[in-house]
């Protein structure tokens, strides 16, 4: 859990293509694949018989009941297809000038020893909370965006969630799950509060995605429920905000180590741009697997696996085969010029359950690391650092470290 790369890579190399692992947050032991056929299997498995909800189970307390994270079935392709509409075409290019103004203002700020993990992770989450809420700055979003941090920060560090999944009782308003049950508690009082008032004034954030989910109906043609609204503003806050400022992080990591990667980014290519952007979530992508829980038996690249099990693609492992990438942990962009398909490229996951943010995320990543090409970046230490994790993303080990200037 604590180095989930080393871990991955070195289980890899001494057991092969698939491999069982156990981890703590889930009872099944999981079967992980990383060839890219297998892989292509996995993520075509029929969500009847291998639904992805279940092994999110022990996030629950927090993503609540009507989270597209926990359903399966139908009521989970109604809800993408509800979250999905905001974050694809003119309405998400639309946020891009915004995106970009965020990013230069707060890289502006950076001089000498940054630790671009923690700066990512306020814009990242300033960009989702504008873009859900509105773009107009209130209280209301500076209230949430505390509310947020606290609930994320009791999860974050790894001690405590082991401590909490471990102990997942209430010992007292100051033990570690009595601390984050109040967390979220505080957070959703806020949420709920958010919502009725913009109930009350339709359109009050100017057409952001909480506008739309308030116009939403269910399958019977009534509103939404609050709490409803509520597990899918979570889903987004969660799933846009961690996992994008992870990946920037490692981004400000890589480029501080290579110079030349920074200095043709100036050249201001928008193809080498997006080159980078493939690259880093290659070599360092914030989620290293996506499990589904098996309901029946079912053979996966000619292995006979048992109801009961978790199975998953690895994306960590397949995306960095040595008999599948050419010089498969060097961080080169120049290869997605080269060959622009490259096999078992799936940082964002596949099948039914592939990340509905990802068109959104990318013009994200885009637009900061267009808004930092002008940076001079140097590392704090030459060697790379190491991936460690928070929460479900994985993040490197001093925090993306840099000098800057
Ligand atoms: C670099 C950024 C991101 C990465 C690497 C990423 C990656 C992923 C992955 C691997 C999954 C699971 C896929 C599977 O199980 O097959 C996922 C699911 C999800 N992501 Fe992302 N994501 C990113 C950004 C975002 C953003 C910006 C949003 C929202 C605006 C978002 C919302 C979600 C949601 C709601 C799900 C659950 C989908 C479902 O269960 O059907 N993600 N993401």
Redesign the pocket.
């Known amino acids: 859990m604590a180095r989930p790369g080393a871990y991955l890579q070195g289980a890899h190399r001494r057991f092969g293509d698939p491999m069982t692992i156990r981890t703590f947050w889930t009872p099944e032991p999981m079967v992980l694949f990383s060839h890219p056929d297998a892989v292509r299997e996995v993520?075509r498995l029929d969500p009847a018989i291998a639904p992805?909800g279940q092994s999110w189970e022990f996030l629950r307390p927090f993503a609540g009941p009507d989270s597209?994270?926990l359903l399966d079935g139908e009521a989970?392709l109604r809800e993408?297809r509800l979250?999905q509409a905001p974050?694809h075409g003119e309405r998400m290019r639309a946020l891009a000038p915004m995106i970009g103004e965020l990013a230069r203002a707060e890289l502006a700020t950076w001089d000498g020893r940054v630790v671009t993990l923690q700066r990512m992770r306020e814009l990242a989450l300033e960009i989702?909370l504008r873009v859900v809420f509105g773009a107009h700055e209130d209280h209301e979003v500076a209230g949430l965006r505390h509310a947020i941090d606290a609930t994320l920060d009791g999860v974050r560090s790894l001690p405590r969630m082991l401590a909490m999944a471990v102990v997942q009782r209430d010992l007292g308003p100051r033990s570690p799950w009595g601390r984050f049950r109040l967390a979220v508690q505080r957070f959703d009082a806020l949420l709920l509060e958010t919502i009725a008032r913009r109930r009350a004034q339709p359109g009050g954030g100017g057409g952001a995605v909480l506008d739309l989910l308030l116009e939403q109906r269910d399958e019977h043609g009534a509103p939404t429920t609050d709490r409803h609204v509520r597990d899918q503003l979570v889903?987004?806050l969660m799933?846009?905000h961690d996992?994008?400022s992870a990946?920037l992080a490692w981004a400000f990591e890589r480029l501080a180590r290579h110079p030349a990667v920074l200095a043709r980014m100036r050249d201001g290519d928008p193809a080498y741009l997006d080159a980078v952007v493939k690259e880093v979530?290659r070599v360092r992508?914030?989620?290293t697997i996506?499990p589904r829980l098996l309901l029946e038996p079912v053979r996966i690249a000619g292995h006979d696996l048992p109801a009961g099990v978790q199975v998953a693609?690895c994306?960590w492992l397949a995306m960095r085969r040595e008999d599948l990438w050419d010089r498969a942990s060097a961080f080169r962009p120049e290869r997605w010029l080269e060959q622009p398909q490259q096999p078992s490229w799936i940082?964002?996951?596949?099948?039914?359950?592939?990340?509905?943010?990802?068109p959104?995320?990318e013009m994200?990543?885009r637009e900061v690391l267009r808004a930092a090409a002008g940076l001079r970046l140097r590392p704090v230490r030459p060697r790379g650092e190491r991936a460690r994790r928070s929460l479900l993303v994985i993040v490197p080990e001093r925090g993306g470290e840099v000098l800057v200037g």
Request: net charge positive; with cysteine; charged share 10%.
């Open positions: 993520f992805a597209i994270l989970h993408r979250l974050f989702i889903a987004l799933g846009g996992t994008s990946t979530l992508p914030a989620l996506a693609a994306l940082p964002y996951g596949g099948g039914v359950r592939r990340c509905p943010g990802a959104f995320a994200e990543l």
